[in-house]
């Protein structure tokens, strides 16, 4: 990965507003901020910092740059060659080259923000955005970012937090459980203390009815159709 590797001091440009985009770049170190020309003044759009992906719609639709792209920081980015990478992409298998494609023109083509800079939503029918989720924290997703080329692995990891960030709040993955707490651990354990004592006398009492507990969800069931069978480039 460190041939993919480019620096840039403070100050330097990554890529100036309307040039050709060749390529979609991800921070490694440092900080990048995109920006665009308005009349006399340079607008901020956002402040990246390490492990965000830019540049991409200009990458992947082959459209001018619509912003720049300027180190404010002493930064290194990894810089993603289209050629290199749609190589790289059709050597996959057609399931996980399809789910990489998908992922990757969802990212470009719903914004996060308007031209205000206000935060919309996504564009798209509830059933695609579904999906989308979906693919996200699919076995599929994931496998592609272990795959043996490690610049597919660096792009599809960065993909999974793009789309994630681009969905509404409700569609997002479900944030990791709290590190363990021997405290909390402790306290759960007293309070649950005194309902398993009381159980065994509720089911011997006369006419007393035993709950059934309900059984646990399938790992099939909670991966049923994970990937989106659709194609993002005809939406």
Known sequence: MQELIRKYHSGAYVFRENEDGDYAFIVRTGKIRLCCQRGYDLNTLEDLHEGRLFGEQAFV???????????????????????????????????????????????????????????????????????????????????LTRTKEPLINLVAEQLRFEVERRLPRELRAEPPPPPPSPLRDKLAAKNAAPAARAAPAAAAAPGARVPVPSAAPSSAAKATSAYPSFDMRKI
């Open 61 to 143: 639709e082959r459209t001018p740059r619509p912003s720049a792209a300027v180190a404010i920081a002493e930064s290194e980015c990894y810089a993603i060659n289209r050629r290199e990478f749609l190589t790289k992409l059709q050597q996959l298998d057609g399931e996980r080259m399809r789910a990489l494609r998908n992922l990757l023109l969802f990212a470009v083509r719903v914004p996060m923000f308007d031209a205000r800079g206000v935060r919309v939503k996504p564009e798209l029918a509830a059933d695609i955005l579904k999906q989308i989720a979906a693919l996200c924290v699919s076995d599929l997703a994931l496998s």
